[in-house]
């Protein structure tokens, strides 16, 4: 299977808190879904703005369907990225048809007349994500969580191969949470997109996700995973299952979690210090 | 591709839509203003040029005047047409003129550009000084062909003015202060026509030069200038008396000055007084009697 | 309006409100002081001046007049339309980013240097005012530009600061000048729309059709921006440019609108609102009925403006505020929860 997105030793950083990705290397592979996770600050939406184009790697280089990135103008990466941001109200009234319309615009003239191609992109992505209903309604006068369904739809009305999302979850209720990460592995598995997705719930990315690039946010050079000592690296990638191990939880988020298994699976629950303990850990 | 396309398209718009207009509506020619043709309505902008024509016997002649000529009566009667700083175009056309006399600040002067292009004649004055007036007169005689009378207004003009010049010429300069506002307190600097009429009728600011044309004064700067008079612009004519009183319960309040002490304030009201018409030898007398009561000799 | 536009739905609203600005600018040209019989109209021009003045005050008058008062108020409408799409701020209007003080101080310059014109020729006001308008606008987006990168705050206050600065610099020249030449400044600013040559009419029209076919152009492009800087350039639109260009021919065309007639106050903040309340926030749409709307409502404010005070005019800008003033309160109580600027 072929690498859809190369990261290349990339490193980055502001101005003047410095350097925030260091000597960066990972490739996502066609048609797999991958989720970034990290503590705050650790450069999460920094690597997605990179990702998308937004900003330019200080040292290394991206390469997305094996061409650098900043060798496609814009409206052809466009074409090939879609992204969906967290949160936003336009500040004029325009309706959810015409916000997912505008989806289209990589692939439009000047003026923006949608043709039939267009129309049936938009019309299907409403159907996938629930959304026809309100098509006519004013963005703002929509739920959180019938927000961001917009926000998906535009990006499936954008017909990419590659998803990228910025925390696509984090106002949701239990069911939007899961509706939307259903959505989104449904784009994957039927329609063979490449998600990356930065999230912070470890639980819902390590039951949908295929990798796990966690994030550290620490300074040293990069090494590759080792089993259980402290590992003083500034990411790692890997199975969820690889990834996420109650020490390793501990280590990059400085909380201690409690581990359960569904079947095969891990899943974890913070133990803050009011946390009510039940068989493992005691309190503090 | 697109960004060329929208150039071309921008720039074929300018060009054609230009040229289609002028060619529908050519610029009209203009020529050398006609010599005096026979002219039978005439149409005024401006006061001081009202009282000009009638002054040179054009009376009749005269259609329609701005809506502040009101000298001498018959004029107030004439058709008006819109204001001294906005001229009505329309009613100056309805009014079928000959000719059309007009000062030349912008708003007036875009009028003036306006009736030529129309065809009509125009015959745009700049009167800021006494000088220009005596040129003004000249022009509107050649363009009336009423020469003669113009010359003669002109002579009886300067000399009028000659014979106050030398009744005054012994005498001494009073210092004048001319106040044109009292609150704040501006009065009129060396660069104004009002500081004309004062050395005029025998008197001398009694502020020295400032960058401003009618600079306010402090209170310090007042006491300090050594005014002999006080000549305060009038608010309109209406309450000449009423404004005296006022003005001297004004003035009051610095009872050190000069001009206070000797009861020498005089409310005056400058657009009519001293319009540069040909009445104004007769203002330029008053005010010289305010500064020297003791001038003998009436005109 | 809630349906997703098409180009035939688009032409024909632009169709129907042209022909309605026809109407109006006819029926307005029919209205004034002087009464005027569209028969004698008819029988051509005299041969010489005032045989047939009818014909004289109608098309030398206020044909030119109406044809200025609706260039200048779809300039101003179209520019308002752009400015608040591009600074995402519905209280935005043409003269925001110093287009006003600079054209004020071109003007007052024009008028103290007593600049001599050829008597048949332009009016110098209106070149100095043109001139200082434009370097204004490039000296605040240059500023807005060095600190930060097209930071839509750092533009605004760069606007402001500027048009305060040269604010005090136009008080103190009027401060020295004499009365005559303060007069005519203040009147300038005032706002009038005046009858000017065909050659001056001709090329402003040119222009302001020009640069107003060039903002429909970009009319698309406008909505994505207005959904934010990151979402529009992942949406592939390079919004440097399209910021560059909508910002610099809206300034065009609102320095060509205000050297024709002064600062004409509303049309450029009031017209594209109301024409949003109607007809939605597609700015293909927006923009192009935005201007005609705002051609329309200058020439009947002219129209106003020259029959109320009658022989005397006044200038237009008084209308505009007039009108335009509480029809904007309105607009913001009844609609206030719609019109919300959060970003």
Known sequence: ?284 | MNKLWWLLLTIVCLAGAGFLILRIFPDQRPNAAAPATVVNRIVSLAPNLTEILFALGLGEKVVAVSSDSDYPPEAANKNKVGTFWQPNTEAIIASKPDLVITECFEQQKSVAVTLHRLGYRVLPLKIESIEAMLTAIKDIGDATGTQNRAGQLDEDITNRLDNLQSKLAARNKIKVLWVVQTEPLRVAGRNTFLNEFIELAGGQNAIGPTIQQYPPLSTEELLACGAQAIIQSAMGVDNIPEQQQAAEKFWGKWPTLSAVKNKRIYVIDPDTTLRLGPRLCQGLDLVAHCLHPDMDGHE | MTQVLTAKSLGIRITFCLAALAVVMCLCALMGSQKVSLRKVFTGPGSSPGENIDYEILVGIRLPRVILAALVGAALACSGVVLQAILRNPLADPYILGISSGAGLGAIAAVLSGATWSFWGGSPIAAFAFVGAIITVWLVWLIGRATGKSQITNLLLAGVVINAFLSAVIMFLTSIARSDQVHSTIFWLMGNITEKGPSALGVSAGCILAGTVGLFGVSHRLNILSLGEQEAKSLGVDTAKTQIVAFALAAFITAIAVSLSGLVGFVGLVVPHGVRLVCGPDHRQLLPISAIIGGAFLVAADTLARIIVAPAQLPVGVITAIAGGPFFLVLLARHSRKISWLK
Request: charged share 20%; hydrophobic share 40%.
């Open chain 1, 1 to 284: 299977m072929s690498s859809i997105i190369e990261v290349k030793n990339v490193s980055f950083g502001y101005f003047p808190q410095g350097s925030i990705l260091q000597e960066v290397s990972f490739d996502v592979k066609v048609g797999t879904f991958l989720s970034i996770a990290g503590p705050n600050g650790a450069g999460k939406t920094t690597l997605l703005n990179l990702l998308c184009g937004l900003l330019r790697p200080q040292a290394g280089s991206i390469m997305i369907e094996a061409a650098r990135i900043q060798s496609y103008s814009p409206r052809r990466l466009a074409q090939k990225i879609a992204v969906v941001r967290q949160e936003f109200v336009p500040v004029f009234d325009f309706t959810v048809a015409e916000v997912v319309s505008m989806a289209r615009t990589p692939y439009l003239g000047t003026f923006g007349f949608d043709g039939k191609i267009d129309r049936e992109a938009v019309s299907q992505a409403l159907e996938a994500t629930d959304t026809a209903q309100f098509a006519m309604r004013p963005m703002k006068n929509l739920s959180g969580g019938e927000r961001q369904r917009v926000f998906i739809a535009r990006a499936l009305a954008q017909n990419t191969a590659i998803m990228l999302l910025d925390e696509p979850t984090s106002f949701l209720d239990l069911r939007h949470q899961v509706h939307i990460y259903d959505l989104l592995k449904a784009a994957q598995l039927e329609k063979g997109k490449t998600i990356v997705a930065i999230t912070h719930d470890i639980n819902l990315a390590a039951q949908y996700c295929d990798e796990i690039l966690l994030l550290t946010g620490r300074r040293p050079a990069k090494q590759r995973p080792g089993n259980g000592t402290e590992n003083p690296a500034s990411y790692f990638i890997g199975k969820a299952k690889d990834i996420f191990s109650p020490a390793q939880i501990q280590d990059v988020f400085g909380v201690r979690v409690f581990t359960g298994k569904v079947g095969n699976e891990n899943f974890f629950i913070p133990l803050g210090r009011f946390a009510k303990d039940s068989g493992q850990a005691n309190s503090s």
